[in-house]
């Protein structure tokens, strides 16, 4: 549900056709299992400029999931940029499989109870023609982790009562980020960059339980094979937090799995203080329709490959930065909507689970 977020930053949300979009939601992935929910968006409410979107998700897992999102990337001749974000959370089996580059999966050591609310704030301006877009942040960030409901593993509370976080707490965070993008489209692009660089502080002066840097570095690139019909895309992403290993929550530590980043895990199969990864994806263009002249539709196949692993120290990245690295590999459809929607249906493989089938929205990168 982030990928309205990720549309403010850097202010890629023009799009030709219909100005709204409302898709059901029925799917299955590894961490909620069959899930179902609507999402609404309209990138013009009431003709002020404003985009909103809307997303509610259901789970049988007893997971529930909402967001609500608005901003507008256009403000003041577009020279700025403002966006707003609240998001809350409830999942009564979350899974965990222990900290750094473990071989207990697929089965998780323990799970437990989350409950999360937020809310971001988030104001930028746009350089270089509006390719680059420089900005700032505030998000008010409260969690609460309890005892799970799965008879099929331990509590996490009990397995783990000294781990950092374990009854959650408040980690309220400043940002700042800048991000550039020359790509020429939203729904289907075709070449380009994407190179974002973030840095977020979580400092104890904000009342907040936790204390913790997080820095994060994404680059990556499209270009066309012989015809725009055909495009190979790749992505470098690294992250790394810095504090005291007791004042970083085990639920804020860099993680691997799930639908953006190593696909043929389960999400947050993998945490560390400290992270890398990269994608590969090859792109063709399959066909387009008109939806009864209210979008147009855009169907594209995805095959690909993933590849990454997190650290849990420095000494863990210097001496193992070149190896034990986990992978996959897979296929879906991207279904791209005139309104700027991407539904993303992604099928992966890994050495742990196969296969893995997330469906969810907004390009992988």
Request: glycine share 10%.
């Amino acid at each position: 549900m982030a990928e309205s977020h990720k549309e403010a930053e850097n202010g890629e949300t023009e799009q030709a056709g219909t100005r709204w979009t409302l898709l059901p939601q029925i799917g299955y992935d590894p961490e909620s299992s069959v899930n179902a929910g609507v999402k609404l968006r309209n990138n013009d409410l009431l003709s002020s400029g404003y985009f909103i979107d809307l997303n509610g998700v259901v789970s049988l897992r007893r997971r529930e999931e909402a967001s609500l999102s608005l901003g507008n990337p256009h403000i003041w001749n577009d020279r700025l940029l403002a966006f707003f974000n609240l998001y809350g959370l409830y999942d009564d089996s979350r899974e965990f499989f222990g900290i750094g580059d473990n071989d207990v999966g697929p089965d998780p050591v323990s799970n437990h109870n989350i409950r999360r609310i937020n809310a971001a704030w988030t104001i930028g301006s746009k350089f270089l023609d509006n390719c680059l877009a420089l900005n700032l942040g505030f998000t008010l960030r409260w969690t609460k982790v309890s005892r799970g409901q799965s008879h099929d593993t331990p509590s996490t509370e009990d397995l783990f009562p000294d781990l950092p976080g374990i009854h959650g707490g408040w980690s309220n965070e400043f940002a700042i980020s800048a991000v550039y993008t020359n790509r020429e489209s939203v729904e289907r692009p075709t070449r380009g960059w994407l190179l974002t660089g973030k840095g977020a502080w979580v400092p104890s002066v904000l009342g907040n339980d936790f204390d913790y840097w997080r820095v994060t570095g994404d680059a990556s690139y499209l270009f066309p094979l012989l015809t725009r019909r055909q495009v190979l895309g790749t992505r470098l992403s690294a992250e790394s937090l810095f504090g005291p290993a007791d004042r970083i929550p085990f639920y804020e530590l860099s993680s691997l799995g799930g639908a953006d980043n190593l696909r043929g895990f389960f999400p947050q199969r993998f945490l560390g203080k400290g992270k890398v990864f990269g994608n590969a994806e090859y792109r063709l263009k399959l066909f387009d329709f008109w939806f009864y002249k209210f979008w147009e539709v855009m169907i594209d196949g995805v095959a690909f490959v993933d590849a990454g692993r997190v650290f849990v120290n420095y000494e863990d990245l210097k001496d193992n930065i070149l190896d034990h690295y986990k992978w996959d590999y897979g296929g879906g459809l991207r279904i791209a909507f005139s309104s700027g929607e991407v539904a993303r249906i992604d099928v992966a493989i890994s050495h742990e689970n196969q296969p893995n089938l997330f469906l969810t929205f907004g390009h992988t990168f």
